[in-house]
């Protein structure tokens, strides 16, 4: 029988695999500069609202994030990255590619070399688009850049949002990788898209990770969770371990911007904090439709607006090799 500890999610637990440093999803970065300003940071346009208008159409003539609609020729595929994802990544696995992953010991390169390897990759969990994740960065970015023009960082955030996916490139299968993220730990919510297929996960059957709270203390927080493994997670750590100097906020949208079930459907706020529902899901929510809605937008002129992220990339202390 297994037995957990119910404080695993702080730094020192027992629990946290054996490793020169503290691999926990709360442990602090490793780099000295990392991401600070003085304060939230705050927009230099206002009256844009962060509502979602899910009825509006992607490029192919569906509505966004519309996992049942069996007539998407995406459909077949989606459905199986989601019943792989939710019945191989159990707790365990996920502690494994925290360890696996944060020795960054994988490779140097530059950020633009990883957004020339993503011209080969095509995300199967993603319902709306079938194009390279590279150009998909780019839309992302210029999106936000005419929307807030002032606010750089936002424009990296959306560049760099999706980077983490070259695990796919390095090996990992698409299910570790892409796709809506969810808690590990504690039972699934069923706000998660193909809830049915966590049936599947040995963990839902666990005398801890089954429960409602798992291994997490109410409203523990966001940054104390295990998420399922993917692109997400890896970049918040490479950005963190690298020393990027983008605000904390513009981290955590990295971090959190696939934790669909919590920053739309609502759920797990039994283990969020304040900060988590009043700052960090302001700004996932902000950013979220500039990464829906710029699927449906013209491809930009990449070699033209190369330059300017180049320079965003210096500003915040990530151009030159970084350790993945
Ligand atoms: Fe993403
Ligand atoms: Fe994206």
């Known amino acids: 029988m297994v037995t957990v500890s119910k404080i695993e999610c702080s730094p020192q637990t027992p629990e946290q695999p054996r490793l020169e440093k503290d691999l926990s999803p709360s442990s602090a970065a490793t780099s000295e500069g990392s991401a600070s300003l003085d304060g939230e940071p705050q927009l230099n346009i206002t009256g844009e609202t962060n509502e979602i208008d899910w009825a509006k159409e992607n490029a192919d003539g569906f509505a966004f994030r519309d996992y049942d609609n069996q007539e998407n020729e995406r459909y077949a595929v989606v459905a199986n990255a989601y019943r792989l994802m939710h019945e191989n990544q159990t707790h365990d696995f996920v502690k494994g590619m925290h360890a696996k992953w944060r020795k960054f010991d994988k490779g140097e390169f530059t950020i633009m070399e990883i957004i020339t390897m993503l011209d080969d990759l095509v995300d199967d969990s993603d319902p709306d688009v079938a194009m390279p994740n590279s150009i998909h960065d780019y839309m992302t970015a210029e999106r936000l850049r005419e929307a807030y023009p002032d606010d750089d ?172």
């Open 153 to 324: 960082w936002l424009h990296l955030v959306g560049l760099l949002h999706d980077v983490g996916k070259v695990l796919a490139l390095w090996g990992e299968p698409q299910w570790a990788t892409v796709g809506d993220t969810f808690v590990t730990g504690c039972k699934p919510s069923e706000k998660c898209v193909h809830f049915d297929s966590f049936a599947g996960n040995p963990d839902v059957k666990h005398e801890v990770y089954g429960t409602e709270y798992g291994i997490y203390e109410p409203n523990c927080g966001l940054d104390k969770l295990w998420l399922s493994f993917g692109h997400d997670e890896y970049m918040y750590w490479i950005l963190k371990e690298n020393g990027a100097t983008i605000p904390q906020e513009g981290l955590d949208i990295i971090r959190y911007h696939s934790f669909y079930p919590w920053h739309t459907g609502n759920a797990y706020t039994h283990l969020t904090n304040e900060h988590d529902e009043t700052v960090t899901r302001k700004w996932v929510d902000l950013f979220n439709k500039f990464d829906l809605y710029s699927k449906a937008d013209e491809y930009p002129d990449i070699e033209k607006c190369r330059p300017y992220y180049e320079g965003l990339l210096k500003k915040y202390g990530i151009d030159g090799k970084l350790r993945w």
